[in-house]
């Protein structure tokens, strides 16, 4: 049973634009929500979270936003740079135990 | 620079043989991870651990074994029970086990089996 998914195996965003990134989660139990940046050969990097309460989280070009009753996650990268190509995953969160999820990644490519 | 270190980064293993993968962190953290990753698939939790001494199991815990001796060190076994060991490996900490804390990753292990 997949948790999370990430439906969108690819995506390619022209240099400037925005970059949205989606996920969807199973369960309403989960309490938060973040995503991570991976480049090829390297472990994955913590970009952005947000927690069950808030409906939204900026830090820079990074807003995360979050529709609990549709139990979607998506990221949003404006402007987008090339440097933002790499594969990215969300994962979610509860409080205890193994409650911890991450989806299949979503490959961005940002083209010049 | 604190980080986390696992080695080695390339692995070959026979069939029928036993292999550990290491990882080290030097964050202070109390909880280690491991997750395998195979081709299309997110991440998969195999073990983890809140503290010294005491670790669990987590989703694909089966042909898996792990020790948590010290705060630093959480070796991954891949027993020769483990019938596809073939994926990347990764290692992560955190503070704690609060889901809120993000995992600091290490670069990853690729086994592959002879």
């Known amino acids: 049973d997949q948790q999370v998914k990430q439906n969108s195996p690819s995506l390619s965003v022209q240099e400037g634009r925005i970059s949205i990134l989606n996920c969807d989660y199973t369960n309403s139990m989960f309490d938060y929500f973040l995503w991570y940046k991976k480049y090829p050969a390297e472990g994955p990097t913590f970009l952005i979270s947000i927690s069950s309460i808030k409906d939204k989280n900026e830090d820079g070009r990074f807003t995360v936003f979050l529709n609990k009753s549709a139990k979607h996650l998506s990221l949003h990268i404006v402007p987008s740079q090339p440097g933002d190509s790499a594969v990215y995953f969300c994962?979610?969160?509860?409080?205890?135990?193994?409650?911890?999820?991450f989806g299949t990644g979503t490959s961005l490519t940002v083209i010049p | 620079d604190g980080g986390i270190t696992q080695s080695p980064k390339y692995l070959f293993r026979k069939e029928g043989q036993n292999v550990t993968l290491s990882c080290e962190q030097n964050?202070?953290?109390?909880?280690m991870y491991w997750y395998r990753q195979d081709p299309g698939q997110g991440l998969r939790l195999i073990y983890y651990?809140?503290?010294?001494?005491?670790?669990q199991k987590g989703d694909i815990a089966e042909g898996y074994s792990v020790s948590r001796e010290k705060k630093e060190s959480f070796p991954l076994t891949v027993t020769s029970a483990q019938k596809n060991p073939t994926a990347f490996y990764l290692c992560a900490s955190s503070f704690d086990r609060i889901g809120n804390q993000p995992q600091h990753f290490g670069d990853g292990t690729r086994l592959s089996i002879l």
């Open positions: 964050l202070n953290h109390d909880a």
């Open positions: 994962a979610v969160a509860g409080n205890t135990g193994n409650q911890f999820y």
């Open positions: 651990s809140q503290i010294v001494n005491d670790f």
